[in-house]
């Protein structure tokens, strides 16, 4: 319900010639969260959508960087790019790299986050995306079982048929704690082939050098990371209500070393580390929609594949309190992913004409379906100082979602709008394991070249469910600059399968179930002095049943469904545009996020009602101020950005507590629009004071403690260019 987008302050003066033209107003954000293009602020519920030409002018890129503007939600790292998870008001279970995650990712419409094996998450790169929204809140009605708590969208730039265009993107820099060198390159060209075809093209490569240090090896900055993302859409207008446009887009990932680091202390150093830990991931995604436009209304149609894989090696020998023995410990991951998704929908292009029951109306209906293959197979590799073991096996499973959904918006008299919407679902989980199997270096013949994974079909299982999630608002625009809204949804987060134990003495629950949330809202939008100057605050309250809570059972983790928990919350946003060049924007969130009853966990034993849900700090926020203005013949633009996120806990026992910190962001560039390709360079500036803190802590069975640190100071000089 609350849009803290930062908006552009934008002069109306050669627009209108109405009283007050001559003033400087807030430029709003188009969004595309219903699936049609609407305002940010006639959204009837919450909302953060920042457009990637802001976000390139403040040099982020990560989603890590984005989430820094949202109050409310969270960032979780991980211990590599690819198993962040993004929290929102609380809603998390703890289950890293075991179950699905709370919030979804949406590259347009295709879920990019696995509906049961949590699975690779690609960090996208911002660069010429149309908009990136943070919708809090569930948002099962229209997005499906993916997004339980919240939804990040990455909406791209579509081609564009006026001309030829394009953009370059160069930046280079330095990082605390590294002797490398940050370097970003991107390029983007837009080709209208003919009147009827046009092509875009973008592309990015993102090289973040390493800032820890391995103590064993002597080796310097092992974390280094680089991000390669390719995408081309092409649009054909068939006829003049007829289109079609193919998507194309890749996404891969290279990691040195994982990013965390041993012990509570922030020193950047790794001292237990044995193994060459790494990860590579890799993302495809082949799309096609259909659009047909009958003036009042569109029909379209999309079809997309997404093949998503990670190989993976884990250095586990500190968590099994094998460090020192001589003995080490890899468990190595190579997951698979193979989705395909088809969506029909129909859309009202303007409101339906005619007075009475049938007039008046806006909405949004579909039919969903999803198919989604995942494995996760398993070796875990033993070195012993006088022979080599290797075991392991895995899950395989295959999740089906049939879904037929509406959002439905009408007009009440000149005072009120209804938003009522629904999602009714059918998912069907089939799974189990590979045939575990264990070699030795001692057997004849030794150590097999290849393992080939083999389904054990005696250990397969099926978990349906089926259910329908209701969302509902209504807005009061209680005066000419004043709207009240209240709003109610539902969101739900599909079960999925452990399977079993290497160890059949080890008691694990094959599958688990499905939990829900139930979200209330009631906001105030506010906007003054000729839309200088919008303030929005709204209170929430999230019940959230039958969690799936991340378990263990020696070194084994799986999900199961315990417990309960309410989160209590107020956000509040304010942006202003003082003057013709001076803008501020303010937001900040306050949420009490605990369990509601008692129950029992296999990892931590008895939690008490009350206690605090992990990832969940009580204060977040936000705060900016931007300058624009003239420097003789350039155009100066300028933004100071502080962020805080306060203290938290990274499980439900806090074996690992998360300090506050707050970091200082700079971003001031200078552009020569009257020159040739409108040369602009940017000084950016992240972290500036240099904040070291944990973003995520990890304890495996009371051996070892080990965090990921937020990323030190960057900064960067770029150039950007356009023609």
Do not use: C
Request: glycine content about 10%; hydrophobic content about 35%; aromatic content about 12%.
């Amino acid at each position: 319900m609350l849009p803290l987008a930062f908006y552009l302050p934008v002069n109306v003066a050669a627009q209108s010639e109405e009283p007050g033209a001559n003033s400087v107003v807030l430029e709003e954000v188009i969004v595309t969260a219903r699936k049609r293009d609407e305002s940010v602020r006639d959204i009837p519920t919450s909302i953060d959508a920042f457009t990637g030409d802001r976000l390139d002018e403040l040099g982020y890129s990560s989603i890590e960087d984005v989430l820094k503007l949202s109050p409310g939600v969270t960032f979780e790292s991980g211990f590599t790019p690819s198993s962040f998870s993004v929290i929102v008001r609380g809603i998390t279970n703890d289950s890293r790299g075991v179950g699905p995650r709370t919030v979804g990712s949406f590259y347009g419409n295709v879920p990019m986050t696995n509906p049961s094996i949590m699975g690779v998450e690609p960090d996208l790169d911002t660069f010429d995306m149309r908009s990136v929204e943070i919708l809090k809140g569930p948002q099962g009605t229209l997005f499906g079982g993916s997004a339980l708590a919240g939804a990040i969208r990455y909406e791209p730039n579509a081609p564009d048929f006026t001309g030829f265009n394009g953009a370059i993107s160069l930046g280079t820099g330095s990082m605390a704690s590294s002797d490398d060198n940050i370097a970003n390159y991107a390029l983007m060209l837009n080709a209208p082939l003919s009147e009827n075809f046009a092509l875009r093209f973008a592309g990015s490569v993102r090289e973040l050098p390493g800032y820890i240090d391995d103590e064993v090896s002597g080796e310097k900055d092992i974390n280094d990371y680089k991000a390669t993302q390719a995408r081309l859409i092409a649009d054909w207008k068939l006829t003049d209500s007829l289109s079609l446009q193919g998507q194309y887009m890749k996404y891969e990932g290279e990691l040195g070393a994982f990013s965390y680091i041993d012990g509570t202390e922030p020193v950047r150093v790794r001292t237990r580390r044995l193994l060459d830990d790494h990860e590579y991931s890799d993302v495809e995604l082949y799309g096609a929609q259909l659009t047909w436009d009958a003036e009042d209304f569109s029909v379209v149609f999309e079809g997309n594949r997404l093949k998503k894989d990670r190989d993976q090696l884990n250095d586990v020998t500190q968590f099994l309190g094998l460090f020192g023995t001589g003995i080490t410990v890899g468990q190595s991951f190579f997951e698979a992913t193979d989705q395909d998704t088809f969506e029909t929908r129909i859309v009202s292009n303007e409101p339906t004409s005619g007075d009475g029951l049938f007039g008046g109306w806006q909405y949004t209906a579909g039919l969903f379906y999803s198919e989604s293959a995942q494995t996760r197979p398993v070796i875990i590799r033993l070195d012993f100082p006088t022979h080599i073991q290797k075991q392991g096996g895995g899950a395989t499973i295959e999740a089906e979602e049939k879904a037929v959904y509406f959002d439905l918006t009408r007009t009440l008299g000149s005072n009120f709008e209804l938003n009522l919407g629904g999602r009714y679902f059918d998912q069907t989980t089939t799974g189990g394991n590979f045939v575990d199997f264990l070699y030795t270096s001692l057997d004849p013949g030794g150590l097999p070249a290849n393992i080939d994974f083999v389904p054990n079909f005696n250990s397969f299982a099926t978990l349906t469910e089926s259910g329908f999630n209701p969302k509902a608002a209504l807005r009061w625009f209680a005066t000419e600059n004043a709207t009240v809204i209240a709003s109610y949804t539902q969101g739900f987060r599909f079960g999925g399968i452990n399977g079993f134990s290497l160890e059949p003495e080890i008691p694990v629950p094959f599958s688990f179930g499905s939990d829900e949330i139930d979200n209330y809202e009631l906001g105030l939008r506010t906007t003054w002095l000729e839309q200088r100057l919008t303030a929005d605050i709204t209170a929430f309250y999230v019940d959230w049943k039958n969690l799936q809570i991340l378990q263990r059972a020696s070194v084994y983790a799986y999900v199961d469904n315990v417990g309960a928990a309410e989160v209590k919350g107020v956000e509040a946003a304010l942006n202003a545009a003082l003057t013709e060049h001076l803008s501020v924007s303010f937001n900040a969130s306050y949420q009490n996020a605990e369990t509601s009853v008692f129950f029992e966990s296999g990892e931590f034993g008895p939690i008490a009602a009350g206690t605090q849900l992990p990832q969940s700090p009580e204060w977040t926020g936000a705060a900016q101020l931007r300058y624009q203005g003239e420097l003789g013949n350039l155009d100066l633009d300028s933004s100071l950005t502080y962020s805080y996120r306060g203290d938290s806990t990274n499980n439900l026992t806090n074996t690992v507590p998360l300090d506050g910190y707050g970091t200082l962001d700079l971003a001031l560039s200078l552009q020569a629009q009257s020159m040739s390709m409108q040369p602009r360079v940017s000084l950016i500036g992240k972290n500036l004071t240099d904040e070291s803190a944990a973003l995520f802590g990890f304890t495996l069975a009371g051996v070892t403690d080990v965090i990921s640190l937020n990323q030190p100071r960057q900064v960067m000089l770029k150039l950007d260019l356009s023609f």
